[in-house]
């Protein structure tokens, strides 16, 4: 089992989304979706910037069944051959499932999976540490506690730290709707645990001690990235919040409009990748790529070309 000081070493950087390809019939297109990756890797995603998240909510794990997911897991895995860090998203209502598929992830070389209470119910602490400990009865994969705030169940701050008491967890993929909490969370979480900042603006978490942030930009813009992960490591905090601001807001914007026609994380990074030129396939209901309208499309578009991003 990897300890909390090995995933400190190793989950640095920003932390990619990998999206998940569906061909024209809906079927999984591991060809494309590792394709997809390895041109990652040609642009320069190695260990030490880059960390990826297979089978995520932007690879829109909940529209998979668990062959497929293991599949992709297996795939992204093979293609990446320990390049770079991969944590797996193991997330389900069913424990079994989530059990199997951590079980799967100890042979595929992953540094942690990606794990939460079930999310259909609100929680209550004593649940969620019921389930946790009993998935980790069944395995010895490094666990990544996932407060996943937005899908209806913020789960307190004292009951993060009472889930790092579980031997399997080793990090913590972290966010708060409250500002307030989501700063008191890294500095109380960091000395028990790897902390991957996932609100989204790095430079205030990375002060604050956190040495990996989500981004939507590896999938499409990864060198824009990495110069802010640079940035924040050199300690150019302002430089590194311009360098994220000038292309970040507007692209929020442009996915704020697709976020309000249709659900699901995949197809706004699958916007963005296709305005640059890389194939995205098409998305499984309920996303419906409808919602990337003529205009947003070529919004997107206007955007990458502004900046100089291409394939």
Request: overall charge negative; hydrophobic content about 45%; proline content about 6%.
């Amino acid at each position: 089992m990897i300890t909390v000081e090995e995933a400190r070493q190793r989950l640095r950087g920003v932390v990619c989304a990998i999206p998940t390809i569906f061909s024209e019939d809906r079927s999984v297109d591991l060809e494309t979706t590792t394709a997809n990756v390895q041109w990652l890797l040609d642009r320069g995603a190695r260990q030490g910037n880059t960390i990826f998240i297979a089978c995520g909510a932007a690879g829109e794990f909940p529209m998979m069944n668990v062959a497929e997911r293991k599949q992709v897991i297996g795939a992204i895995c093979q293609t990446v051959a320990g390049k770079v860090p991969i944590i797996a998203s193991v997330q389900s209502n069913d424990i079994r499932e989530t059990i199997e598929l951590c079980q799967f992830c100890e042979g595929q070389g992953v540094a942690g999976v990606q794990i939460a209470g079930p999310y259909y119910y609100d929680g209550r602490p004593g649940d969620v540490i019921a389930w946790l400990m009993e998935i980790a009865r069944h395995t010895q994969v490094g666990f990544l506690i996932y407060n996943h705030w937005y899908t209806g169940y913020n789960m307190p701050l004292d009951l993060m730290e009472r889930l790092l008491d579980i031997p399997n967890s080793v990090g913590v993929k972290w966010s708060s709707p409250d500002i307030s909490t989501f700063y008191a969370g890294i500095r109380r979480l960091l000395p028990r645990a790897a902390v991957i900042d996932n609100g989204l603006w790095p430079v205030v978490p990375h002060i604050l001690g956190c040495r990996a942030f989500f981004s939507w930009l590896p999938p499409f813009y990864p060198e824009r990235a990495w110069r802010v992960w640079d940035l924040l490591e050199e300690g150019h905090y302002a430089e590194a919040q311009r360098t994220l601001d000038e292309f970040m807001v507007p692209l929020g914007a442009l996915f704020a409009k697709i976020d309000a026609g249709t659900g699901g994380q995949g197809l706004l990074i699958k916007a963005a990748m296709q305005a640059m030129g890389l194939p995205v396939g098409v998305s499984r209901l309920p996303s419906r790529d409808e919602a990337v309208t003529p205009e947003i499309r070529r919004e997107m578009c206007e955007l990458m070309e502004r900046f100089g991003v291409r394939a």
